[in-house]
DNA sequence: TATGAATGAGCGTTCATTCAT
DNA sequence: GATGAATGAACGCTCATTCAT
């Protein structure tokens, strides 16, 4: 067996981290290659094109979320605010690490109009995200006003990551986790 | 005398559409002067480069929002309501315009991090939108409750705007609105 | 208007004899570069890409024979044997030039299997030789029959090219010529 | 002792036919690693570097032929005619095999101005091709004229195999060897 | 003022080759 | 002997920018 600097996974993880703070189209494969600690050319081993680690690395991202953050919604265990005060607390964590913002949003910006191919991976993201949320809310709310109310907490917690990106300012994110908390009473 | 085909603030208003709607990055000086009908040298009588083409196009936003948006706010003849109706239409009206979003939170979410020079310009704008909002809240709110309100349905309207692009369907803004004129009563 | 360094037609010419001598994947857009005194980005004003550039080439040099090579054979004052050496010395003059062999022949050779685009041009530049040999041949012989030893012709001059070209000795091509002169007695 | 999946000369043998087909420079060492079998490393245990596999490619190609083509000429029990019949059936089997045309043409196209250091060993395959020829016509001609005829056979396959490559017509070749043939009588 | 040919640095990508396992 | 991850030079190509006209 050869020698393996890294896998396939941590190179998704860094070069979306990468994605997220700088940008698709600013990032280069030599960027990518630094971050990784590789050469540019051994990226084509794992992948096909730089589009393809965008798209790999959201479907990545997309099970992250899935299996460690939105699960946090399903524990019955745990109060409801609880469980809405812990997920999002996760979630805006990431975003905001690096001053990168959401990458869901991020990414949106950069390719939605130019290369919609990316467009269902990051539906089927924002899709589970909405719908963890419906299930916490659900607990006090019905379920019309629940999924209704988890359209509004998320539309707040993207616009307050963006508006503490450009203000440097964490305060708007955590308020609007706050406010998000408190639909859970 | 040669002929003017284009005037500068023309060319602005162009190349700023083209990178709200498809990035700035991803927008290339070939793609610029064919949306303004010229011949890509063209545009370095204008402008020193591609970065101060963004930068009075901040410049020009900027003072369009002030002066045919911004300014209804101050309209005190109307009443708190129809000045925010009538403000926050004609704004998300200029956002989900050929579904390319919010200029502000686009550069934003490209150039941040990488190219920090547009922040200031960025955080003018958005400065003197929560000032607008702030002064039509206030004539029902007390004044820090206003502040704090306008934050608020600025980033209500963000999120629901990146909500409407990601999804194609305006309800999200449109609700958005909705709600945001409430506060008014 | 700008400086002009060479013509799109002295460039395909210079291209042309590269892929001729050199061969068009052992060509690279630098070697192309230096034969014309250009950067290599500057071949992207006048052509799409490398494919574009040996496309265009061939059409040029389609033209070329049909108006300065195969001409001759429509020249109906001059004896048909006079015209038969006259074309044939000049078309193989050009062959052997530095040795590079039939373009035709080079190019089918690289490129029938794995980039078939090319072939309608190099069969209509066969077929216009074809044509051109038949009408002299038509001048001492039946129809069919000069069809037939117009064929004959071809593949004489192409083989004896070949062999010229591996042995670095004219006379094969030489000889094929004198060969072919005879038929028209 | 692990399994030896494929021997050298079966290795040898595919990346000719490789070669042959689509070209010395169009194909690359996973194009070889896919037509064998192997992985591309495994490669660099039998041979030194792609220039390598074509050399030693040539040679295996020059002592098929000797062995197994050329080798009819020499058969004294059978007529003249049958053999030249015989040997170029085989040969130009060879050559129009996957419309591929002729290795020795196809590659000297490729190398002989950039990469001269095949031209011997096609050289020697060409020789010992003329030689056979030679042989058969000396049963009915003097030796120089055999000699010469030799070569005009030779010329005449070659055109006729590039002609029915380029129009996918093998009747140019099948008359080529009719006409070979008839030098016997 | 306007052009558009030319530039050259740098892009994403390819590929023959190496080498630790 | 065989692997396949890794390399790095070089590829075809892009693009912001320059400048003689």
Redesign the pocket.
Known sequence: ??????TREEILTKCVERFRTHGFHR????DLAEVC??????????F????EILHEGLVQTRDFFADHIFTIAYDNDILPQERMKSMLASHVAIMLRGNGGCLVANVSAETLNSTPEFMPLLREISDRWHAALTHILRSCRPSEEAESIAWRIMQDIEGAVMLSRLYANEQFTTEAVERSVAYCT
């Open positions: 067996m050869p020698i393996q600097k890294i990032t280069t494969m030599n600690g590789l050469q540019k050319g051994s990226f084509y081993h794992y096909r094109c730089k589009d």
